[in-house]
């Protein structure tokens, strides 16, 4: 099950009988995840609005926010991607397709804030104060630390950037959340596991930083969360990996219904990771 939610005025209008199909990727770094929605026979107020909104020609800086959720029937909704449309083109007539481009946070770049902390400032102090005025809530998993006469003035968006320059750290938005965690270390609470049993498809690609599989959706995959991977055909890639790098392709009418994730190997002193939630995924 698939289904789109886009701000349409001042409401959230939800799309799930239409064809629709999402690809798009997010990262655990200040880029910004970005997504491309594809929605069938939209009716004509509606795109026409999008379309009118969305054009480089229209001043209204109002939000376009796009929500994207997918699942099975037998549990439910999970939100995969949450952004702000950016463009929208329609195709040819009969069936007239709208594709939608998206990116994270677009409208903070809009919002101009500044922040001066005294001589010294602790970084989840910092997190706080950047968190609150992006309106997000702050998943702070980072070692705390000091950073000295900390201030940033310019678009709201670029504070993730400013955080991540303290070094050490990986400073990401997932969903409302504004994610600060230490560098190549998995956040807590979501280990999925990635094999033959829960979905994987083909063999494990080896990259420039670690491993790419593609999986069934369905395992619960966490931008900035770990994976074990297990490949009896290629077992040199067997092992632990941090998720750096989430891509997805959903569709309601055609095959694909995937997660992308692209990992780097965990450090071998790490401790093997354990996750009853992981565990259930995989039963």
């Known amino acids: 099950i698939l289904r789109v939610s886009v701000q349409i005025r001042d409401t959230l209008k939800v799309f799930d009988g239409l064809y629709l199909k999402a690809k798009g990727t997010k990262y655990a770094n200040p880029l910004q995840d970005e997504c491309e929605i594809q929605i069938g026979n939209l009716s004509k107020s509606d795109r026409d609005y999008l379309i009118t909104e969305t054009s480089p020609f229209n001043d209204n800086e109002a939000r376009k926010l796009i929500i994207v959720e997918a699942g ?3 549990t439910g909704y999970t939100e995969v991607y949450r952004g702000d449309i950016t463009e929208c083109k329609p195709s040819q007539p009969a069936d007239i ?3 939608m481009k998206a990116k994270t946070a677009q409208y903070l770049k809009g919002k101009a804030v500044a922040h001066t902390q005294p001589a010294t400032a602790s970084l989840g102090t910092i997190a706080k104060q950047a968190a609150d005025s992006m309106g997000l809530t702050l998943q702070m998993e980072a070692k705390d630390k000091q950073i000295g006469s900390y201030s940033f003035s310019g678009a709201a968006e670029k504070q993730i950037k400013a955080l991540q320059d303290s070094g050490g750290v990986s400073v990401y938005i997932d969903g409302n959340t504004l994610v600060v ?13 990635v094999n ?3 979905g994987m498809i083909g063999i ?3 990259n420039e930083q670690g491993v790419k599989c593609t999986v069934l959706f369905g395992t619960r995959m966490t931008i900035g969360g ?7 055909i290629y077992p040199t890639v067997n092992g632990q990996y941090c998720i750096y790098k989430l891509g997805f392709d959903l569709s309601n009418r055609d095959v ?10 965990l450090d071998g002193k790490t401790p093997r990771l354990n996750s009853t939630t992981a565990q259930d995924d995989a039963a």
């Open 196 to 198: 033959a049993d829960t």
């Open 204 to 206: 494990p690609e080896i």
């Open 226 to 232: 770990a994976m074990d991977v297990t490949s009896q």
């Open 97 to 99: 397709m709208l594709t």
């Open 72 to 74: 099975r029937l037998s």
């Open 181 to 193: 965690k230490d560098y190549n270390v998995p956040m807590t609470g979501v280990l999925a596991f």
């Open 256 to 265: 694909p219904f995937y997660w992308m994730p692209e990992g780097k190997r």
